[in-house]
Nanobody, 121 residues
Framework: QVQLVESGGGLVQPGGSLRLSCAASGSIFSINTMGWFRQPPGKQRDLVAA???????NYAEPVKGRFTISRDNAKNTVYLQMNSLKPEDTAVYYC???????????????WGQGTQVTVSS
């Protein structure tokens, strides 16, 4: 059984910062990519940022220069540092991990339960 547990969401004023964390636990053989999606109210879930196990990163255009993704492979944890937050960043943020349960297992995406980020004055 694999669990991804997120933390760090909340209410912040425009221009403020938040740091999200997501820790993966369970019978994990290896993790390839970890990352974050977000889903604003009434809209689809879109990629925010992703990071591979060798540190390569990918960001959605709206967050480039404001958000930074990082990971601690020893802790199976991914972080999202969000600076200069805007009201349009308001969404439920979901972490995911593309991982294998065994050496011969196919890679599969696992998801966290989501954490609310609200940017409002």
């Amino acid at each position: 059984q694999v669990q991804l547990v997120e933390s760090g969401g909340g209410l912040v004023q425009p221009g403020g910062s938040l740091r999200l964390s997501c820790a993966a636990s369970g019978s994990i053989f290896s993790i390839n990519t970890m990352g974050w999606f977000r889903q604003p109210p009434g809209k689809q879930r879109d990629l925010v940022a992703a990071i591979t196990n060798d540190g390569s990163t990918n960001y959605a255009e709206p967050v480039k220069g404001r958000f930074t993704i990082s990971r601690d492979n020893a802790k199976n944890t991914v972080y999202l540092q969000m600076n200069s937050l805007k009201p349009e960043d308001t969404a439920v943020y979901y972490c995911y991990a593309l991982l294998k349960l065994g050496v011969d297992s196919p890679p599969k995406n696992y998801w966290g339960q989501g954490t609310q980020v609200t940017v409002s004055s």
